[in-house]
């Protein structure tokens, strides 16, 4: 999902239509490279570049790309069968590029980041489904440790909750954007990956449907996500993330699982800092960690000034709009919100919904005094994530 460089820690949001939206929130991994690719795997776009393959190609070009595409996948042994029902369908999109050329980066406010995705109504929906799915995403959590609070968020985020999915053939997204080519290897290893889940059998290629930047499903998946993370909640062989929400759940749940999530602990919660307190202790690298208790030593309190837990738990301290905003503590789920999507505002509106939907809300605009309940859980051993891209 993820095209726009939404750097860690930048808070440069994509401000366009729906579908450029949601080609800031998803994961992309790909086959070649680790599962712990962050999210945003996609390069930036150089900015005022909007040339098809710098304008070398014209779209009239685009069947013979087509054809060498096919030879490609014959060549990493996709089968015949698969590359007949998916190539057969395979046409040139033009709003997909008037869509990527579109993307308009702003800097905006966390609040008013927040104000935009989590409105009062999605937080009322999101409570609602909750309670409607229960059954289900109880079972997604007890198989792989993650609270169906966090599911629920992501469901919410994403497609708010299976309600907007977008409608492109994948194939033809896919390839189009390759095409395109400022990001050509990128969109090429995808295009792989979505060739690889229908030859698999997890999905049929009319299945393949996603947004104009081939993002997948209730969950968004990309296509290399999919293989990487997706998985068959309800047991019927198939990974359905469009239209069973077994599967979303499941699958949603076995990304986090995979990127180290701790079923015991919550993402974080907002802090007030001290007055003296120093800017350099903010970030998210390994070397910025330190105990819950360190931070409380220094004299950050809740929002409210109650004194915060004297813990262990692995903490970081974040401010996304410099110290002049708004400070919160996170852990590690936090971070593996982050692989998911590596923008700091999009995992600090996850963990704000998920605490919204289970009625433990973090004031989602600055200035609310309601009291902080995600106290931190005891410490988890202090074992280096198995992926991180937070070193240095
Ligand atoms: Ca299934």
Known sequence: MKLSALAVLTPLIILSGCAAQKATSGQTTTPSTPATQPAAAAPAAPSGKTSLAEQGRDPAEFPAYIEQLKAQALAQGISQQTIDSTFANIHFVDRVINSDRNQLEKKIT???YLTRVLPEWKIKQGQEQLQNNLPA???????????????VALWAMESSFGKIQGKEDVFSALATLAFEGRREAFFTKEFMSALKIVDSGKASSDMMKGSWAGAMGQSQFMPSSYLTYGADGNGDGKIDIWKNTDDVFASTANYLSKEGWKGDQGWGQEVKLPANFDGNLTGLKNNQMH???YWQQLGVTQVDGSPL??????AWMITPDDTQG?????YDNFRTIMHWNRSTYFALSIGMMADAV??????????????VQNIPAPSAPLAPAPHNPFSG
């Open 309 to 314: 837990a004297s813990t262990a738990t692995r």
């Open 137 to 151: 995403l109880t079972k997604a959590s007890d198989r792989y440790g993650v609270q169906p609070q966090f599911i």
């Open 358 to 371: 289970t009625g433990a809300q973090t004031p989602v605009v600055s200035g609310a005094t309601t009291p």
């Open 291 to 293: 105990p819950a208790r």
């Open 110 to 112: 966390l609040d008013d």
């Open 326 to 330: 708004r400070a919160f503590l996170v």
